[in-house]
Structures are given as C-alpha cells and as structure tokens.
C-alpha cells in the first residue's frame, strides 16, 4: 500500500505525536442489510501481521482486511479544519470527520 500524508494532516499527527507509538488505519464492516466500512484512526501497537508504513516521523500500521476493504493500493491521508482527517483514494472520499484517538475510547 502506498500511503501520502498531507502537510496538513503531517501538522496535526505531529502534535498530537506520541513516542514510539503508532497510528493504526482501521476499517470496519458495520450495519445490518447495508453494509458499510466505517474507517478509524487511532493510536495503537502493530500486530505481527500488520503492513507497517513509516512515512518521516509517522509510522502507520494496517491490516489486510482493511487493505481489502479499500479496494486500491494507493490511499493519502488529508487533514481539513472543519472536516478533521480524512482518507481518499484515487476513486473516492472513503471518510471525513475522523479524529486520532485512543483505541479504547
């Protein structure tokens, strides 16, 4: 997966930046008939079967599923003030609105 930050989104990682820790890109299958990915970023470990990124001072963890879920190997990670972060594809917007947070909260 090739992943961009954008300099905004750069700002607002690094600030919020935590030692050592990183920013798991998650997506999930929600819903019942209609079946949605709802798409998270929070901070977290990578796991063993992880594809790690490391961009700079950034480094991104995500698993195989999500990466199925995207449908692309090519995704950038964008920040906006009144949108907060969101992940886009060369085809489509697949979230806004996403705040980095604590897995568990």
């Known amino acids: 997966m090739q992943v961009t930050i954008t ?3 750069k700002e ?3 600030a919020a930046s935590r030692p050592d820790q ?3 890109i998650n997506g999930e299958l929600v819903g019942g008939c209609g079946m949605n990915v709802e798409y998270a970023l929070w901070w977290d470990e990578a796991n063993p079967t992880d ?3 490391k961009i700079g001072e950034v480094t991104l963890a995500i698993d195989s599923q999500t990466i199925e879920h995207m449908d692309t190997d090519k995704l950038t990670i964008d920040h906006r003030p009144q949108q907060g972060f969101r992940l886009v594809t060369p085809a489509q917007i697949l979230a806004y609105g996403i705040q980095l947070k604590d897995r568990w909260v």
Do not use: D, K
Request: glycine content about 0%; cysteine-free.
């Open 7 to 9: 300099q905004e989104a």
């Open 51 to 53: 594809q790690v990124i």
């Open 12 to 14: 607002r990682i690094i």
């Open 22 to 24: 990183t920013i798991r």
